[in-house]
C-alpha cells in the first residue's frame, strides 16, 4: 500500500500490547487510514475507511423473541466463561441466527459469541469439542471478567 507506511516496531508494541491485556484486537486510525491488529495474527491495513458498520444490536422484539436456552440446570461440563469485561452478543447481527444453540455439536476454537469491549468485537470460540448443554446469557448482556457464558459437555 503505497503512502501508508507501515512502522514495524509499532505493530510489534501493539502486538505485544493485545498479548499482554488478552484483548481480541487493536485498530489504529491516522485520518483516513487505518491499521487493525488480530490477535490471531491478521494484519489489516486499510485506505481510505468506509462509515463504520454500527454496533450490533437486538430490538425489543428480537429479544423478547429470543429468552436465553438453557438446558436443565443439572447439566455438568467445560464452562465457557468470558476472558473480558463487555456486551455479549449471541449472533453476528440481530438479522442473523445465533452462532450456536443449546443441543448444536461444536469444535474446538469454533466461534461461540462475541463480547463487544470498547468498540472491539472479540469473537469468543469453543475451548473443547462437545455438545451446547447451556446457554446461560442473552444478546445484550453486560458480562464480568471470569463469568460463565455457556457449558459445554
Known sequence: MSGFPI????????AALLEETG???I??????RSLRISARGAVQVA???EAAAPPPQETPAAAAAS??????AAAEGTPVTAPIVGTVYLQP??????????????????????IEAMKVYNQIPAPCDGVVRQILVSSGDPVEYGETLMVLG
Do not use: C, H, K, T
Not at 485498530?27 to 483516513?32: I, T
Not at 455439536?105 to 466461534?111: C, K, S, T, Y
Open 7 to 14: 512502522d514495524e516496531e509499532a505493530v510489534r508494541r501493539l
Open 23 to 25: 484483548v481480541g484486537e
Open 27 to 32: 485498530e489504529y486510525r491516522d485520518g483516513d
Open 47 to 49: 485506505a481510505p475507511l
Open 67 to 72: 429468552p436465553p436456552q438453557q438446558a436443565p
Open 93 to 114: 447481527d440481530p438479522q442473523q441466527s445465533a452462532f450456536v444453540q443449546v443441543g448444536d455439536r461444536v469444535q474446538a476454537g469454533q466461534i461461540l459469541l462475541i
